[in-house]
C-alpha cells in the first residue's frame, strides 16, 4: 500500500522534477539501480560489508530502568554502535557499490550533523575514491570533529555559505555540483530526500535495520514484530530503515519524532511535517516550510541533522494518510532526553536520537507493550552541545 510507485511517486510525494542538464544523470540512474540491487554479486557484496565492516547485525537491547519508568517493554535498536557511529554507513556502502558497477570515479555528498559526510568519506577511502563533502558553514562549525574526521580519511569538505549556511544550503550545492560533473561523478545522497530515485534507494539500503528487527524479536519475545516503533525523522532514513518491513502491518503503531526547535508555534522550527506545505524542494514533491509565494524557510533546530526544511515523499505520504504519527520536539525535550538515556542506561545519543527518546513522554504505554526505538547514532560529536545547553536539562537534575 505505501512503497513507491513505477514513477517514484509515494502516494502523491515524490517523482523527479530535476533542470535539463541533471535529466540524463537521473533517468541513468532510475534505469540502472534495480538491476544492480537486486543481483546476487551486489547482494553478496553488499551483506558481505555490513557483516565485516560495518559490524552487523546491530544490537537490540533490552532497556531495563527506561522500561520501567515508561510502563512498557523498550527495546533500542543500536545503530549507535555501527562503524563510523550510526545508521548512515548502511546507505553509503550500497550506494557507493552502485557507483562502482555505473563506471563513476569521483562521489560527492550533503551532511548536516556530520554523520553522512564521515560514513561517505569511510566507504570512499575503503574504495580508493574521489571524495567532496558538501556541508553548511554552521554546521561545519558545531561539528569540527565529524569535518576533521573526513579529512582525516582523505575528503575534501566544501563549507556552504548561502542560505543560513546548514543541510538544506549543502544539498543545494551538491547538486549544482553533479549538474557540473554529470559523466564522472556519483551523488551520493545521505536520506530518503531528493528525486526518484533515491528516496526508494536509500529507503531499501537501510532497510537492514528492520530486516533484522524482524529475527531479533523473534528471538527475544517470541514474535516478529512490536507493538509500537519509535525514530527520529529529518530527511527520513533512519525512520525508513526501522519501518520499512512494518509499513504494511497495522499491528504496529509507527511514531516518528521530528525537530521543533523552539516550538511548532515559533518561526524557530524544523517541523516540516507539522508546519510545511505541499511544495517542490531538492527535486521531489513533497511537503516543504515554505512561505506563501513558494520561497524555503529556513528551518531551526538545535540538531545539526534534523534542520531539514522538506521531508522525505515516504513520510509525507505516510503522516498525510494517517499511517505514521509524527511528534514534534522542542530543543529543551531533546537535551533532557539525551541526558536521560545517558544516565539511566548509559548510552549517550546523538542530539538527533535524543529527539525519538523525548517521544516517549509524549505516549501512553500498557506494561505488556514492545516498543522498540531506533537510537540511530552516537552522541560524541554532540557533547559540547550537551554541555553548553545542560542548563536545559536541570528538571532530571544536577549536571
Given at each position: 500500500m505505501y512503497q513507491v510507485d513505477d514513477k517514484g511517486f509515494f502516494g502523491k510525494f515524490g517523482g523527479a522534477y530535476v533542470p535539463e542538464i541533471l535529466y540524463k544523470c537521473v533517468t541513468e540512474l532510475q534505469e540502472a539501480y534495480k538491476p544492480i540491487i537486486e543481483s546476487e554479486e551486489f547482494k553478496?557484496?553488499?551483506?558481505?560489508?555490513?557483516?565485516d565492516y560495518v559490524g552487523r547485525p546491530s544490537p537490540l537491547y533490552y532497556a531495563k530502568r527506561m522500561s520501567e519508568k515508561y510502563g512498557c517493554q523498550?527495546?533500542?535498536?543500536?545503530?549507535?554502535?555501527?562503524?563510523t557511529g550510526a545508521h548512515k554507513i548502511n546507505n553509503t556502502i550500497g550506494q557507493i557499490l552502485m557507483a562502482k558497477k555505473m563506471g563513476k570515479t569521483r562521489i560527492i555528498a550533503e551532511t548536516g550533523a556530520g554523520q553522512h559526510g564521515v560514513a561517505t568519506a569511510t566507504v570512499c577511502a575503503l574504495m580508493d575514491m574521489k571524495c567532496e563533502i558538501f556541508m553548511g558553514a554552521t554546521d561545519v562549525e558545531r561539528q569540527?570533529?565529524?569535518?576533521?574526521?573526513?579529512?582525516?580519511?582523505?575528503?575534501?569538505?566544501?563549507?556552504?555559505?548561502?542560505g543560513n549556511m546548514t543541510l538544506s544550503d549543502a544539498c543545494s550545492e551538491a547538486i549544482r555540483d553533479w549538474c557540473c560533473h554529470p559523466q564522472d561523478t556519483f551523488y551520493i545522497v545521505g536520506s530518503t530526500m531528493g528525486p526518484h530515485p533515491y528516496p526508494d534507494i536509500v529507503a531499501k539500503m537501510q532497510?537492514?535495520?528492520?530486516?533484522?528487527?524482524?529475527?531479533?524479536?523473534?528471538?527475544?519475545?517470541?514474535?516478529?514484530?512490536?507493538?509500537?516503533?519509535?525514530?527520529?525523522?529529518?530527511?527520513?532514513?533512519?525512520?525508513?530503515?526501522?519501518?520499512?518491513?512494518?509499513?504494511?502491518?497495522?499491528?504496529?503503531?509507527i511514531y516518528l519524532a521530528e525537530a521543533a526547535g523552539h516550538g511548532i508555534d515559533?518561526?524557530?522550527?524544523?517541523?516540516?511535517?507539522?508546519?510545511?506545505?505541499?511544495?517542490?524542494?531538492?527535486?521531489?514533491?513533497?511537503?516543504?516550510?515554505?512561505?506563501?509565494?513558494?520561497q524555503i524557510e529556513?528551518?531551526?533546530?538545535?540538531?545539526?541533522?534534523?534542520?531539514?526544511?522538506?521531508?522525505?515523499?515516504?513520510?509525507?505520504?505516510?503522516?498525510?494518510?494517517?499511517?505514521?504519527?509524527?511528534?514534534?520536539?522542542?530543543?529543551d525535550e531533546a537535551i533532557y532526553a539525551g541526558y536521560e538515556l545517558t544516565r539511566m542506561e548509559g548510552i549517550i545519543p546523538a542530539i538527533e536520537s535524543a529527539h525519538a527518546v523525548a517521544a516517549l513522554k509524549k505516549m501512553?504505554?500498557?506494561?505488556?507493550?514492545?516498543?522498540?526505538?531506533?537510537?540511530?547514532?552516537?552522541?560524541?560529536?554532540?557533547?559540547?552541545?550537551?554541555l553548553s545547553h545542560k542548563e536545559m536539562a536541570k528538571e532530571y537534575g544536577d549536571f
Open positions: 553478496k557484496e553488499y551483506y558481505a560489508l555490513l557483516k523498550l527495546y533500542l535498536k543500536r545503530e549507535d554502535l555501527n562503524h569540527h570533529t565529524n569535518v576533521e574526521r573526513m579529512k582525516m580519511l582523505g575528503a575534501k569538505v566544501n563549507p556552504v555559505r548561502t532497510s537492514v535495520i528492520s530486516e533484522e528487527l524482524k529475527w531479533q524479536l523473534e528471538e527475544k519475545i517470541g514474535r516478529d514484530y512490536p507493538d509500537y516503533l519509535i525514530a527520529c525523522v529529518g530527511g527520513g532514513s533512519n525512520a525508513a530503515g526501522t519501518i520499512y518491513h512494518y509499513i504494511d502491518d497495522e499491528r504496529v503503531q515559533t518561526n524557530y522550527t524544523a517541523a516540516t511535517m507539522h508546519c510545511g506545505t505541499e511544495g517542490i524542494i531538492h527535486g521531489a514533491r513533497t511537503l516543504v516550510m515554505q512561505t506563501e509565494d513558494g529556513e528551518a531551526f533546530t538545535i540538531s545539526a541533522g534534523l534542520d531539514y526544511p522538506g521531508i522525505g515523499p515516504m513520510h509525507a505520504d505516510l503522516a498525510t494518510r494517517g499511517r505514521s504519527h509524527v511528534l514534534a520536539i522542542k530543543d501512553k504505554f500498557k506494561k505488556d507493550d514492545v516498543v522498540v526505538l531506533t537510537v540511530s547514532g552516537r552522541g560524541d560529536k554532540d557533547v559540547e552541545t550537551y
